[in-house]
């Protein structure tokens, strides 16, 4: 009787045991699966505030097109003059008038200045374009400086406004999925940090002051990704030095621009004065994060659950003490961080337990 006893108890224990070893694994699974999803969208997204390196792994100076196999220097005057050949108009805005071109059977931008008023602005983004050549800037083909003229790689899919309209037609259904939009805005704020802590200094997003003019600056590439595209307002904040920045002469209204891009004496009747309004910095682009995000997240299933989780940080971009929001690095993490969570826990690897 004792032994069946001890036997029944041995039995039990070794199967407690076991079954404490199952649980260890899949819980160590569950962490190694979580770490591993962090860690590779950390080196997709996360640059530190270092150089982020050209996709096409050209030296500066240089370009190469996806169909291209090696790197060529870029496009000076008599090139574009020769080798380019305007297609069709395909946009307007008030600096630029941009073409769908063509250059040795390869599809290009060809973005031509407006008029000479707008010439300081136009060369200003040349001038950023050059400087900030990398994985998350549009691609510089070529500019001719005397003809007021440069030339970009081409993205069919155009500017973010078109996401929605891209991904209701059939055979883009298949990424119209809570991870796809996520990504989208991974890879928006990680733009902006980016910009915040570019080779060029720290950059303000100026021309944004409305989702539909932020979300024009964007292009979607092939690859349902993001590249900034329209870098011909970015002015350069310097808090060592005192910098700050005001975007643009006039007064800014409405509720997408950060309240400290509004008229500050408007309820004291004064009329809007530039010399008397307050510089800003940064933190402006980080008050429009939450709508941006709102926007690329759509109507999908999950896409709730990933606002939920966004709450809070959301909530902290729009602290109205510009100093209290965190910054892009900040809010690119907590992104990271829930887009593998949801991964994680949409894989099924919490039903091993």
Known sequence: MQRQMQNTSSRSSRSMSHGVSVVVVCLAALLLSNVFIYFYLDSMYNNNGQHVPSSTGCRPGQFKMPTMKNCT??????QINHDVHKLKQIGQGAV?????????????ALSLLTALEYREDFLHGLSMLQALQSSKVVQLVGFCLKDHALVT???PFGSLLNLDQLLSQEHYLKHNTWQVRLRLAMDYVSILHYLHTSPAGCRVMCDSNSLEKTLSQFLLTNDLHLVVNDLDALPQVD???GVLVKCGHRELIGDFVAPEQLWPFAKDGKSFSDNLMPGYDERTDIWKIPEVTQFLMGRVSGGDLVHFHLFQIHEECKKKDPTLRPTAQ????VYKSVYSNMVRDSSGVREML
């Open 153 to 155: 790689e081409y993205h």
């Open 73 to 78: 220097p870029w496009l000076q005057c008599t």
């Open 330 to 333: 900040q809010v690119l993490n």
């Open 96 to 108: 630029k008038k941009v073409y769908l071109a063509e250059w040795r059977s390869q599809k290009v």
């Open 239 to 241: 808090k060592y030095h």
